[in-house]
């Protein structure tokens, strides 16, 4: 018997109840508390809105034009796209409840349930997001295999995914500053950048000095949603859902891009609930979430691979 993607059956030696309202709002706070990437890009305020999608203008950036005095303005012809949004991404977390009757009375417990619940709705949003970072410097979707990478050493070569024999080298400081560079070169904005690593790049980039001056630590608070530090403007993460490619299992993806490099929509938060299932003599318990993802600005954001060891 499968329901969902987790399924577990609790019995009654451990469960004792369930208000679904309750379970709502707390698998909603440790969603968020999870989030890496979703936090870090563009997000689209589509919650209610009918369809399944939306589509997000791309306007191209204009030049200023010298005016002479009593001439006409020059005007901008306008030559931007619109980018397609599918709202169709559906993941859920389902737990199959033995005799419920009231587990208020066992509150850590029931912070395991909603904490396992919102960690892993975050993670299938992130890993979404991971996937249409894909499409960054002329990669292509759906693949996999991370065309449009560059190796992490020199932020310049060009990775290559070949099985048994990919190019990918540690994360420096000068490729780094490489890939800022890529950036730079598009007229990418210089605030609102991030750059999200495996824990592999975290390890390495704490040993090297640029990273662990004052500059980089930062105020000294609490990491929260992987955040390390901030280092060239930039704020920088680590997500152990950082992808691995399809045919070279011994790589690790990482992202520098600025925040209009990907979008979030989400149409429907975390959403409790529950059906009695008499033949089980238990409750189902379903936390359900709909979303839409997309790249609208490729240039915007760069895939750096390195070694996952």
């Not at 500053?177 to 495996?198: A, E, T």
């Not at 704490?206 to 955040?227: C, H, V, W, Y």
């Not at 399809?246 to 925040?259: C, E, F, M, Q």
Request: net charge neutral.
């Amino acid at each position: 018997m499968a329901f969902g993607g987790s399924n577990v059956i609790l019995t009654n030696a451990d469960t004792a109840g369930f208000v679904p309202e309750i379970w709502s709002d707390e698998i909603f706070a440790t969603k968020k508390q999870n989030l890496v990437l979703a936090s870090l890009v563009r997000r689209l305020a589509v919650k209610g809105k009918k369809g399944n999608a939306v589509n997000l203008p791309v306007p191209a950036r204009g030049a200023a034009s010298s005016k002479a005095a009593n001439t006409v303005v020059t005007t901008i012809t306008e030559s931007g796209n619109d980018v397609q949004i599918l709202l169709t991404a559906h993941w859920e977390y389902s737990r199959l409840i033995e005799d419920v009757v009231t587990i208020q009375a066992n509150p850590s417990l029931r912070k395991f349930y909603t904490d396992d619940a919102g960690y892993a709705l975050a993670n299938a949003v992130d890993d979404q997001l991971f996937a249409g970072a894909q499409a960054f410097n002329g990669g292509t979707l759906g693949t996999n295999l991370w065309e449009g990478a560059v190796i992490a050493g020199d932020g310049t070569t060009a990775f290559v995914a070949a099985a048994g024999n990919a190019n990918s080298t540690a994360v420096t400081d000068a490729g780094v500053r490489r890939v800022i560079q890529i950036l730079d070169d598009v007229d990418m904005p210089m605030n609102d950048r991030y750059m999200v690593v495996p824990p592999v790049g975290r390890r390495i980039m704490m040993g090297l000095a640029r990273f662990t001056e004052q500059a980089f630590s930062g105020t000294g608070d609490p990491i929260r949603n992987g955040k390390l530090g901030s280092v060239y403007g930039m704020t920088v993460h680590a997500s152990s859902n950082c992808p691995t490619p399809s045919t070279a299992t011994t790589v690790r993806i990482g992202i520098i891009a600025h925040k209009d490099a990907l979008v979030l929509a989400e149409v429907q938060g975390p959403r409790v609930q529950t059906q009695y299932k008499q033949e089980y003599l238990a409750t189902l318990l379903t936390a359900d979430t709909i979303f839409g993802y997309g790249s609208p600005y490729t240039t915007g954001g760069i895939a750096i691979a390195m070694p996952s060891a």
